[in-house]
């Protein structure tokens, strides 16, 4: 009788440890899910903020760009004036 009630006990505890270990796991795969789902939200906010800042640079580029077109049809539109009236 002593025999069996050490076994199940042994059976029982060896069941606790595998249950413990398995709950361990599954807790750190989820420390792990929440730190892999923070760095892709980081990265993915970092890939937006870059993603605008060219965009935005690329629009004053072009503004500048336009700018400096009139201001060339500007100069060059006297000349032909003046020239035409010669």
């Known amino acids: 009788m002593a025999d069996s009630d050490a076994r199940v006990n042994k059976e029982r505890a060896e069941r606790n440890a595998a249950l413990l270990e398995k709950e361990q796991f599954r807790a750190h795969i989820h420390r792990l899910a929440r730190a892999l789902r923070r760095e892709r939200e980081k990265t993915a906010s970092t890939a937006r ?23 060339s049809r500007e100069r060059s539109e006297p000349r032909a004036k003046r020239a035409s009236h010669n």
Not at 52 to 60: D, N
């Open 49 to 71: 903020r870059e993603l605008e800042q060219l965009r935005l640079e690329y629009v004053a580029k072009e503004q500048v760009s336009e700018n400096h077109g009139e201001a």
